[in-house]
Structures are given as C-alpha cells and as structure tokens.
C-alpha cells in the first residue's frame, strides 16, 4: 500500500521560508517521479512542482519558479520542497502525490 506523509508546514510572514517534507513506503520510491500539489482555500487542487526519479530533472508551475525549490532523497525515501519569498497567495493544503495517491497534506499559511 502506497503512503505518503507530509511535513513541515506553519504559519509564516510574507517574505518568509519554509521546508515541507513527504516521506513515502510502500512502493520503491526511487522508481517514480513525484510531484507536489496544493489546494488554497475555496479552490481546486493546483499542480506545483515534479521531480524525475532519480532527481535530474525538475519541472515548476510558473506561480512558484524561481521561488521554491523540490529535491528528493532517495536513500531515505524522503522528498523535500523548499519555500522561499513566500506570498500570500501561497496559501493552501500541500500534498506529495505519486500518480493518484497523495498524503494527509500539510497547511502552509502565509500571513502578517
């Protein structure tokens, strides 16, 4: 059984940093790309980033380039996204999704 489990979310000022974090099992993570997904308040699921299997290669959302950053540790079945000049319109639900499984989710808020 494929489980993902977020982590790391909070309440941040505007401007601010985070690091979320999706630790998976149940299926060989270094196999399969995996993204990370997210849902504000009040909307649908919004597609963020993907990473390759193996790392090499990374595709952003055009909302989020050049601001947050996915990695993935294999070695620890463990993949990352790191937050940075956060809006407040980066408010939502964050999710790590492996082709149509996703975690519990982990909420970010971006308030003053």
């Known amino acids: 059984e494929v489980q993902l489990v977020e982590s790391g979310g909070g309440l941040v000022q505007p401007g601010g940093s985070l690091r979320l974090s999706c630790v998976g099992s149940?299926?060989?993570?270094?196999?399969?790309?995996i993204d990370w997904v997210r849902q504000p308040p009040g909307k649908g699921l919004e597609w963020v980033a993907t990473i390759s299997a193996l790392g090499g290669t990374t595709n952003y959302a055009d909302s989020v380039k050049g601001r947050f950053t996915i990695s993935r540790d294999n070695a620890k079945n463990t993949l990352y996204l790191q937050l940075n000049s956060l809006k407040t319109e980066d408010t939502a639900m964050y999710y790590c999704r492996k082709g149509s499984s996703r975690g519990q989710g982990t909420q970010v808020t971006v308030s003053s």
């Open positions: 149940g299926f060989p993570f270094s196999w399969y790309p």
